[in-house]
């Protein structure tokens, strides 16, 4: 069975406090990831544009260019000792950057921080160097661009480097991202969310990621039946007829079965603005002239065919919500019998403490 990370996918969050006024709007970077927390770049604001870039992502200290004063203890008895341990500290700093510029970069992307002098040995290599990236952001970066998060850099052979076509800034809102377009893996996107509130936005994840899941569920489960309500219909047929051929009680329970099914072409008209009731009349009229691939069309507010509208829903799902709307109801008609039981009888107790 096939498997499907939704790890490439970075859903960014644009904040609502800022952008009263925005409408929630959806925008993508298809075949891109933009980070948010990447903190500074060496190069400055005109050079936030590399072309072909080689990417080594880093996990280490790139911050021991001076003493550290908490949790050391240093004796001297002189100043000038204090200088020279700060020398040594530099030039094993040197040192390091100069292996990790034999790696054959030309961005260097650090999660933890850059201090200032290798970040000048950086800028005058013409390498850009991106400092205190988030975690979650760098992993995903790694995986998106073909890298492997570094720690050690004595042998750069064995070091895979990352590779996009292009690095450069970019500005959504008042906040400021660093957006990797033609980067290996080319499904990787960020899908940028503003809206007026924080439910907005809540909303609007909550939606995309549903259908994120259920675009993963269809990839692992090909099948699909058509939507547009055409399935329930079907289905409510079927459970109609069996229902009229059914003697007992049993055929009242089939009938609320087989109408609960067409609530949903119900709610899918109510909740697109047509009159429900008529559409559903003449999708329950179709469906009786054996057009079973007729559904809901509501770009047009009117039934139409689904095989030819390319309306689909994936299998997988539709079965779920039918199995748990299922249970459901049986839970609810347990509880209402439990609900409705006797009271027990009270019996007087005649031996009190």
Known sequence: MASLSLAPVNIFKHGADEEKAETARLSSFIGAIAIGDLVKSTLGPKGMRIENANILIANTGMDTDKIKIFGSRVRVDSTAKVAEIELAEKEKMKEKVERILKHGINCFINRQLIYNYPEQLFAAAGVMAIEHADFVGVERLALVTGGEITSTFDHPELVKLGHCKLIEEVMIGEDTLIHFSGVAMGEACTIVLRGATQQILDEAERSLHDALCVLAQTVKETRTVYGGGCSEMLMAKVVTDLANKTPGKEAVAMESFAKALRMLPTIIADNA??????????????????????????????????????ITESFQVKRQVLLSAAEAAEMILRVDNIIKAAPRKRVPDHHPC
């Open 273 to 310: 603005g047509y009159d429900s009731a008529d559409l559903v009349a003449q999708l329950r009229a179709a469906h009786q002239e054996n057009k079973t691939t007729f559904g809901l069309d509501m770009t047009q507010g009117m039934i139409g065919d689904m095989a030819e509208l390319g």
